[in-house]
């Protein structure tokens, strides 16, 4: 697990130093607000669940959770390769495919583990599906709004665009395997319950 955060952490740790950052105007009143009505639902319900429900709930949300975090990825990839394809004509070719890729591979797991989750919202009766979908919700604007604390602007020298390419790889991969966690972590869980 720690290798697969860090491979992680280091996709982040490129798309941002392709990056100049500046501090953007946010709400903090906003984020505390979406902050807190996401606490309050979990440490709402978490305490009213079964043992068995526990383990489904938090399965669940931690997969949300990673879906999300990988569709935001995705999104910074998707703009940083668009960006350098603008302003690099000569490569745009190569970083247009090589995206293509990428993004086959981790639209098909996105879409797997999207369908899990909803199988898993599908399966619980402990708490209401506009409730749950709030919830999600709450996850992705929570996310949205730490993220919209900086301003990104890839760095689209040929050289950066160069790097970023050679990364997606190593990207592809690391974001594969949380998503593929996602896959797996309620029936790993159930088994271990059940042993």
């Known amino acids: 697990m720690f290798l697969r955060v860090t491979a992680l952490l280091s996709l982040f740790a490129i798309i941002f130093s392709m990056s100049g950052i500046a501090r953007a105007d946010t709400s903090e009143a906003l984020l505390n607000a979406q ?9 709402g319900l978490v305490p009213t669940l079964t043992r068995d429900e ?3 709930f938090i399965a669940m949300y931690k997969n949300y959770t990673m879906y999300s975090m990988v569709k935001a ?14 302003n690099n004509k000569s490569m745009a070719e190569d970083l247009q495919g090589r995206f293509k890729q990428w993004d086959d591979t981790i639209g098909g797991m996105m879409k797997e583990s999207l369908a899990n989750i909803n199988n898993m919202a ?3 009766s402990y708490i209401s599906q506009a409730k749950l979908k709030t919830m999600f919700s ?3 604007e929570v996310r949205a709004v730490n993220s ?3 301003e990104t602007a890839p760095v689209t020298t040929p050289e950066a665009c ?13 974001m594969g395997s949380f998503l593929r966690q ?3 972590s309620y029936p790993n869980l159930l088994k271990a319950t059940q042993q």
């Open 35 to 43: 902050s807190d009505a996401l606490k309050g639902i979990v440490t």
């Open 54 to 56: 526990a383990g489904h």
């Open 138 to 140: 709450l996850i992705d």
């Open 182 to 184: 996602s896959l797996s």
């Open 148 to 150: 919209s604390r900086f």
């Open 162 to 174: 160069e790097f970023m390419m050679s990364k997606m790889d190593e990207t592809e991969g690391s």
């Open 73 to 86: 990825v995705s999104a910074d990839v998707e703009n940083a390769i668009d960006k350098c394809s603008g």
């Open 122 to 124: 599908i399966s619980q």
